[in-house]
């Protein structure tokens, strides 16, 4: 069994590589698609939402970006035609939900992707290690959720965790 200090090191070098070779943005068929890689992302982001729509201030947050960064981000999916926007009871939320096209979008996209997975996967790769590999990316799937959900990172677990050293 590996140490979780081990463990925790071995996955830090890892991830830069997934991060990199596994951006969705440069694996899709753009072309003619005029939304960077965080728009697609947040567009994701709300159709993924359990109720198919999310807050502004949410998507920013889940994304890393400042507030008004966000807002400038939902105002150009607006404007692209992918979101709309829509006010709840309180006037002050703002929920973003996707629109025909931008489902349309992410399908075409979703579709495309699929077809260069397959293609990947056309050969070298028998049914057990197919199995194995699907199962592997639901664990990094569900790992990702779980350093990548703001409310785990604010737990007092783990500020202790990732707290600096006092200093010496």
């Known amino acids: 069994m590996v140490a979780r200090s081990k463990a925790a090191?071995?996955?830090?070098?890892?991830?830069?590589?997934?991060?990199?070779?596994?951006?969705?943005?440069?694996?899709?068929?753009?072309d003619g698609?005029?939304?960077?890689?965080?728009?697609?992302?947040?567009?994701?982001?709300?159709?993924?939402?359990?109720?198919?729509?999310?807050?502004?201030?949410?998507?920013a947050g889940r994304l890393g970006i400042s507030s008004q960064a966000g807002t400038a981000l939902v105002d150009r999916l607006v404007s692209a035609g992918v979101v709309d926007r829509s006010h709840g009871e309180d006037r002050r939320v703002?929920?973003?939900?996707?629109?025909?096209?931008?489902?349309?979008?992410?399908?075409?996209?979703?579709a495309g992707l699929e077809k260069l997975i397959g293609d990947a996967l056309e050969t070298g790769y028998d049914a057990a290690t197919l199995d194995g590999l699907v199962e592997g990316l639901r664990r990094v799937?569900?790992?990702?959720?779980?350093?990548?959900?703001?409310?785990?990172?604010?737990?007092?677990?783990?500020?202790?965790?990732?707290a600096s050293p006092p200093p010496p």
Do not use: C, Y
């Open 141 to 162: 799937a569900s790992f990702a959720d779980r350093i990548g959900d703001p409310a785990a990172r604010s737990s007092p677990r783990h500020r202790r965790a990732t």
């Open 94 to 110: 703002v929920w973003v939900s996707v629109t025909d096209a931008g489902r349309e979008l992410l399908n075409g996209l979703a």
């Open 33 to 59: 698609i005029d939304l960077t890689a965080n728009q697609l992302l947040a567009l994701q982001l709300v159709a993924l939402a359990p109720d198919g729509r999310m807050k502004a201030g949410d998507i």
């Open 9 to 30: 090191r071995e996955i830090v070098e890892l991830l830069p590589a997934v991060a990199i070779n596994l951006r969705l943005a440069t694996l899709m068929d753009l």
